[in-house]
């Protein structure tokens, strides 16, 4: 009994630590190859490729094992140990990234194809150890545990270790003590549990030698059909978890927590799954049966997921809460059980169930090898067929009921294979076929939301792939962009606003050539810095299914951007992008991202704003734009404390006076200076453009000086906004509009300005002029009449007229 509850106790904590080490490690190598989906893919196959060699090799060697335990203890100390030099090979790859850019980032399969290298040298050694651990356990309790059922239970152990894993790593500890602490509190974890194994293994009731047996041909032959059903296990479990993952960020916040909690749920329901699987192995039922059973439950539950999904959904409406973040994380949660939860906890009981039913008393270790490399290189070939074929060719439904019929016609072979006399299953299995295909018909549900009260909106086109689902809505005359069915990405009702995003900045700079845009959207702001003569632009983008709408249906609004030869567009991740290249721009130009979304909080990291110094001429500028509509006051003032780190001036400008949903930008000059009258600014509209300008960080730096940085090892924004955005739906608290963005322009326009000092004093009036303005629309929107008309009377005596 003590031995059980120790090994019970390692094995938990050794899934707790391997989940910890895959969330950081997505995180890490998501930074240093872009946050695409080519290359989060690569990174995952070279993680799981690991794990499948490594589970193989050291499944065949177990049984040959002195000590079992020992080698349990050695393969824990290895994970440590390859950890460690992870950071090594880290830093190394960093050094020599932008010159592989260099050479290869023209070719984007070529560029794949060294990333998922670096991913496999990084990566691939501490899998490799990691995947053995299974194997080379289930050599130790083979001896007196009882195989068949203890196996289904250290698996469902494992998976709950690593729930615990990924609500550490996905939830509390990197905002607490960051990334690095997490990733050695994972190191230590794997330390404690291999020197506990090597001290038990030195106790005789721990130190029982494992045993292997020689198979004949005929159990080889047998065994095959196990190896097959493993991989189509991985391979149909990982697919449905890159397809249902797609499902859910149509109507979450899809912040770090939503895919955490979903991720969660997963996990959970494949450890009940593997305590089921247990206790069918330990009952009177038959475990062939068992297993059939589940695969065709299994296969009708997941064709259901996509109705029971849009029932719960009401139709893609977007998941909120009106009781702060706790309420929400519960209907995140109640959303993935009640969909999710069902089918994944019934073909949850199918991988283990395989390994129980695979071998004997006395043969354990070489066959969980082979099976968990089996079911691991099927879970590779699920997730990329998933996200990269399946997606772009039948859509998301589609691919849904595809792999649950994959489920169902595994049942129908396993029917064959146990020679069941009664027919009513292999009837059943039939009727349950017909059932998915016709009743389940997937092609009758929506794929994008269309508010189906306003008769005037209309879906023109969408787009469906692993980053995500892009469409072009129209409502009346005017187009609009969205992602995922509730992020607005801009319009053509908006286009006087984007373009000034585009074009504002260059007026600031004396002799803009160069330009980087970090974000494309409908191109409109893009589209924007034409105005200006400039040498050449860039513009990185994402989401290729945006550069596509765009083009197809925006293009009339963005100056001829896809066709004008200064213009370069790619799809690639922006700060990926600005830390590979060694190009220099006059000007580089951050769109509006939402702080709170899952990767955007590295858009706002001092490390980025590093790398867009380091990208700029000697008298270059950047402008982060902000949709102050979307940030509360802390993420502004951590946001402007970070750029401050990085620049040695930045200035506050507007993008327009509205009361509602105001735009305010962050301009870093890489040198300290004062506005210039040989500035763009003065070759237009120059008291029109005053107005815009708000006053320099300087003047609150006092209080900036108490404010944290958000780094990539301590991501406070990704962290703290989707929280706060729930506090603020809640009215717990308040986005920076109204009269609270009006407070934090007062302090800033404290009438010393050195940015200022070089331009004619009569000049010098119109921030004032445009902090009044601003203000006027505010109080009017609030309903304060007399306000508003007093501070308009303001505004016209500074201009000497009203606009």
Known sequence: MLRNSALTLLFFLSGTAALIYEVLWLKELGLLFGNTSQAMAATLTAFFLGLALGAKFWGQRAGQFHSSLKSYAGLELGIAFFALGYFVLLKIYTWIYPILFECCGQSAALFLGLKFILAILILTPP????????????????????????????????????????????????????????????????????????????????????????????????????????????????????????????????????????????????????FIARQLLKSRFDPGFSLLSALLAGGLWVSATPFVFMMWTDQLRYISSDFGWGGYVWRVAELALVVMGPPVLIVGIVFPLLMGMAGGE??????????????????????????????????????????????????????????????????????????????????KLPVVSVDPINEDESLMAYWESSAGTVAVVKQGEQLKLKVNNHYTLGGTASMPLEQFLGYMPLYLHEHPRDIYMLGLGTGISAGGTLNYPIHSLIVTEL?????????????????????????????????????????????????????WEAGTGSLY????????????DDNGLFMQWLPAYQLSRTDFEVIARTLQDVFPQVTVWRADFSALRPVIGLLGHKTSQSLSSSAQLFQHDKEHLLHYYVGDLSSIKNDLSKVAINSDDHPLIEFAAPIRQRLIKSGKEHWLVGVELIDVMQKLNNGQDAYLSQIPEYLKSYPRAGLHRHSAEVFKYEGRLNAAQDEMIKYEALTGRGD
Not at 605 to 616: P, T
Request: one cysteine or more; proline letters at 2%.
């Open 605 to 616: 990291a001092v490390e980025h704003y590093q790398a867009v110094a380091g990208r700029l």
């Open 362 to 443: 006395k043969q354990s270790s070489q066959l969980i090898g082979r099976l968990v490399s089996s079911n691991t290189v099927g879970a590779i070939a699920g997730s990329l067929l998933a996200g990269f074929v399946m997606l772009d060719l039948m859509g998301l439904w589609a691919s849904i009921r595809f792999f649950a019929v994959v489920y169902l016609l595994m049942g129908l072979y396993w029917y064959q294979r146990l020679k069941i006399e009664h027919h009513f299953v292999q009837l059943f299995t039939l009727a349950a076929i017909a059932l998915t295909v016709s009743v389940f018909d997937t092609a």
């Open 543 to 595: 989401l290729s299914g945006v550069i596509q709408a765009a083009d197809s249906f925006f293009g009339p609004y963005t100056q001829n951007l896809f066709y004008d030869p200064r213009v370069q567009i790619l799809n690639e991740d922006g700060r990926h992008f600005l830390r590979a290249t060694s190009k220099k721009f006059d000007v580089i130009i951050s769109d509006l991202f939402v702080p």
């Open 127 to 274: 899998a490799f150890f990691m995947g053995g651990t299974l194997p080379v356990i289930t050599s130790v309790i083979a001896s007196d545990f009882g195989f068949k059922s203890h196996v289904a239970f250290l698996y469902g152990i494992n998976t709950l270790g690593a729930v615990v894993g990924v609500l550490l790593a996905g939830f509390y500890l990197p905002p607490l003590i960051g990334y690095r602490w997490c990733y050695a509190l994972a190191m230590l974890i794997s330390v404690g549990v291999g020197l506990i194994a090597l001290a038990l293994s030195k106790h005789r009731h721990f130190n029982l030698p494992g045993s292997a047996k020689t198979h004949s041909l005929h159990e080889v032959l047998h065994f095959s059909t196990f190896t097959q059903f493993a991989f189509l296990s991985g391979f149909l479990l990982l697919g449905l978890q890159v397809l249902w993952g797609r499902m859910f960020s149509q109507v979450l916040q899809n912040s770090v927590y939503t895919f955490s909690i979903v991720l969660m749920v997963f996990l959970f329901c494949l450890a009940l799954g593997g």
